[in-house]
């Protein structure tokens, strides 16, 4: 019969600090809850911004002071509600916070909707904010554009899943120039002689000799949610999009 030795005071020394490590290695319990008890509602940049706040307000919902002014370096801000933030990002953007799980909610204009068109969003809501349109714009004076009489364009946009979408319904082979802003230039530099564009009041289209060809749809914000979200934490969400819902028929929460 074999007698084993206890381990030496040494060897328990390094077999303790071992397991000391490891522990220090795996998660906390309060880390994972504290994470999964906050929700994050993404806010676009720029105009929108500000027409966010009276609906936010319509929901109980105060985000402290600074996020609505566009100088401000933070991105997070606390909000009145302990469990929910909010983070301020270029519209373009807002989709895929939320596409992503960054961020359960977000404002988004339809416009970026149609563009990425990602299943993982589920868009419960119009606010009825945001109004503007998506156009085919072309230089002032300019040929007409017949449809039937093209079978390729060059158009500059942010849109390229739009623009081309667009055209080949009209069976036309769209080459898009994709471009972040300034669109409005580029029929007069020889960019592209057609632009796709959101349009508002026009100013802008006729300030730079642009004139609307067609609309390609009138846009608006949505209210969107994570659908993972949705699924894994319906009564919360589902909250959300109750007092969004109520804020739309004017309603104040308290």
Known sequence: MTVREPPSFSSRLVLEAGLMSLSALAPTAAAPASAAASLILALPKGRILAECGPLLARAGLHPAPDYSDEGSRRLRFPTNEPGLDVVRVRSFDVATFVAFGAAALG???????????????????????????????????????????????????????VTRRHFARQGIQAEIVQLSGAMELAPGLGLAPLIVDLVQTGATLAANGLVEVETIAHVSSRLIVNRMALKTRPELIGHWIERFRAALGGEEER
């Open 107 to 161: 404002i988004c204009g339809s416009d970026v909707l149609m563009e990425f068109d990602y299943p993982e969003i589920y868009a419960p809501l119009d606010l009825d904010i945001g109004h503007c349109r998506l156009v085919v714009a072309a230089p002032a004076g300019a040929p007409e554009i017949k449809a039937h009489r093209l079978s390729r364009v060059r158009v500059a946009s942010k849109y390229p899943n």
